[in-house]
C-alpha cells in the first residue's frame, strides 16, 4: 500500500482492552479509524468498511468468523496437520512470513506458534483477529490490493488464503508477492472452487447446489472480481507469468455431507457442511440482494432451498480446494 493509503496495526495490551491502532501517518489514522470501526449492517448482518476499493461480499460478525474458523479446521485436517505445502521446513531459515487476507487469523497464529523465531504478519481489511497473540506476530489493516509498503526482497514466505471474489487485479498482487519476497522465497495460494461436483449421479443439474457457481460467477463478473481464478489452474499461469519457477498444484476434494466412506473425510465433510450451513446466510443475502438486485424473500427462499439440499447426505457433493506453491528464483534480481 502506498505511505498516503490507509494501513494500521493491531496490537495487544490496552488498558481498554481494544485492539490499538497504529499508522504510517497522521493523515491515514484519520481516514483508517472511521472506515474500520464501523461496519455497515445488512440484512441484520454487519460487513467490513475498510475503503471504496475493495467490496467484499463476506460479513465480518461472530457468525462469520466461525465459519472461516472450520474452513481452517478442515484445511488442517485435510493436510493432516500441515500448515503449508510449500518446502519449508522447521529447519529451513525463515525469517519472515507474511500471511495476505488472513481472515480470523487462525493459521497466522498456528505458523507463529510453530515457528517461534519467525516474525509473522497477517494483513486483513477488518479486525476480526484475536488480540492476545504469540509474540513474534502481528496484524495489520492493510488492502492488499493498493501497493504495498513493504519492502523489496523482504519476506521468506508469502501465504494467501480466501481471497476468490475479492482481488480485482491478480496479476497485480502476484508481481507484490513476488517484488516482496526473497530470492529463493516461497509463495502459496490457497483457493477454492465454487462449483458443486459429484462424481455419481447424486448431484442433478437443476440442484441450487450447482446454481450458485453461476450465481456467484455473475456476481464476480459485476464486480469485477472473479469467483473462478482456479479454474482451468489459472491462477498457476498467473504466478508463472509474474517470475515464479516450480509451480506445483495439490488438488483436495472437501465433501459435503457425511457420505464419504473414510473416517477423515466424512468428518471433513461433516464441518464443510456446518460451516457451509453457518456461512451461507452472509454470504448469499449480501451477493443476491445487493449485488444482483435480488428481493428479499427471493433470496430468503432461495437459501433455505440450497441448506435443504446440504443436509442430505444422499447428494455426495463435494468443492475442490486449490493449493499452489512456488519460488522466487535464487538469481531474481527484485
Request: with cysteine.
Amino acid at each position: 500500500m502506498s505511505k498516503n493509503s490507509s494501513q494500521a496495526s493491531l496490537r495487544a495490551g490496552d488498558s481498554d482492552g481494544e485492539p490499538a491502532l497504529d499508522s504510517d501517518n497522521e493523515s491515514s489514522t484519520t481516514s483508517v479509524i472511521p472506515s474500520i470501526l464501523t461496519s455497515r449492517q445488512i440484512h441484520g448482518r454487519t460487513y467490513q468498511n475498510f475503503s471504496t476499493n475493495t467490496e467484499y461480499w463476506a460479513p465480518n460478525d461472530e457468525k462469520q468468523r466461525e465459519a472461516w474458523d472450520m474452513t481452517h479446521g478442515v484445511l488442517l485436517m485435510a493436510l493432516d496437520g500441515k500448515l503449508f505445502r510449500a518446502p519449508i521446513s522447521p529447519g529451513t531459515i525463515c525469517k519472515r512470513i507474511l500471511d495476505i487476507g488472513t481472515g480470523t487469523g487462525l493459521w497466522a497464529v498456528d505458523v507463529a506458534q510453530a515457528y517461534p523465531n519467525t516474525e509473522v504478519i497477517g494483513t486483513d481489511i477488518t479486525p476480526m483477529q484475536p488480540i492476545f497473540v504469540p509474540n513474534n506476530l502481528s496484524f495489520q489493516l492493510d488492502d492488499a490490493q493498493l501497493p504495498w509498503t513493504f519492502p523489496d526482497n523482504h519476506f521468506d514466505f508469502i501465504h494467501t488464503r480466501g481471497l476468490v471474489g475479492a482481488i480485482k487485479d491478480w496479476p497485480s498482487l502476484y508481481s507484490e508477492i513476488y517484488r516482496c519476497l526473497k530470492p529463493g522465497g516461497w509463495i502459496e495460494h490457497v483457493d477454492f472452487s465454487l462449483e458443486a461436483k459429484a462424481d455419481d449421479d447424486s448431484l442433478p443439474k437443476e440442484s441450487p447446489l450447482r446454481a450458485w457457481a453461476d450465481v456467484l460467477i455473475r456476481a464476480g463478473d459485476k464486480m469485477g472480481r472473479t469467483f473462478r481464478v482456479i479454474d482451468e489452474s489459472k491462477n498457476m499461469q498467473l504466478i508463472r507469468d509474474a517470475g515464479f519457477l516450480r509451480v506445483r498444484e495439490r488438488r483436495l476434494k472437501l465433501p459435503l455431507g457425511e457420505w464419504h466412506g473414510d473416517a477423515k473425510w466424512k468428518t471433513i465433510g461433516k464441518i464443510m457442511q456446518a460451516m457451509l450451513d453457518d456461512s451461507i446466510d452472509g454470504c448469499g443475502m449480501y451477493v443476491l440482494t445487493c449485488m444482483l438486485g435480488w428481493k428479499l424473500e427471493e433470496a430468503q427462499a432461495y437459501i433455505a432451498q440450497t441448506k435443504k439440499v446440504l443436509k442430505d447426505d444422499s447428494v455426495h457433493a463435494y468443492f475442490e480446494a486449490s493449493i499452489v506453491f512456488a519460488q522466487k528464483p535464487l538469481n531474481a534480481l527484485s
